[in-house]
């Protein structure tokens, strides 16, 4: 979770500076701008970054078998976005992959033992605070 906007995702690597607050997608809260990362090439950029922001609650690596097409992907929850967000991930590059509107704030995002992928609600702002089991149709 960043700076107003400018939520990213990194792949981390040893002696690296990403940037923050120097650099960054987003803006300080304030409404001053921060500049952005392709100004200031020493530090290292982001793979994926959103602004407006998704304000990222539990993220996990999927792993399972149920969605074999997203093994290695991020799976995010979303608390402003209330969505649950997919990064493709291959080897060392990310992208952006499928946003889904849950219609909640989405707190954490977990695999179960049979692939399934579980979302808990935040049970803030009207929701009713569920836990949801995500499977293949």
């Known amino acids: 979770m960043g700076p107003k906007g400018g939520d990213e995702v990194n792949l981390v690597l040893p002696g690296r500076n990403y940037g923050y607050p120097i650099v960054s997608d987003g803006d300080h809260y304030d409404g001053r701008d ?10 290292e950029a982001p793979k994926v970054s959103w602004n407006p922001a998704i304000s990222p609650g539990g993220l996990i690596v999927y792993s399972g078998k149920m969605f074999p097409q997203w093994k290695g992907d991020l799976f995010i929850g979303g608390l402003s976005s209330q ?27 977990e695999e179960g033992p049979d692939g399934a992928i579980w979302v808990l609600e935040d049970g803030g702002r009207g929701s009713e605070g569920r836990l949801l089991k995500l499977t293949r149709k």
């Not at 590059?93 to 509107?101: E, F, L, R, T, Y």
Request: aromatic share 6%.
């Open 34 to 43: 921060i500049p952005d990362h392709n100004t200031r090439p020493e530090f």
């Open 83 to 109: 969505a649950l967000v997919r990064v493709d991930v291959t080897g060392t590059n990310a992208a952006k992959g499928d946003q889904w509107p849950m219609g909640a704030r989405i707190r954490e995002v």
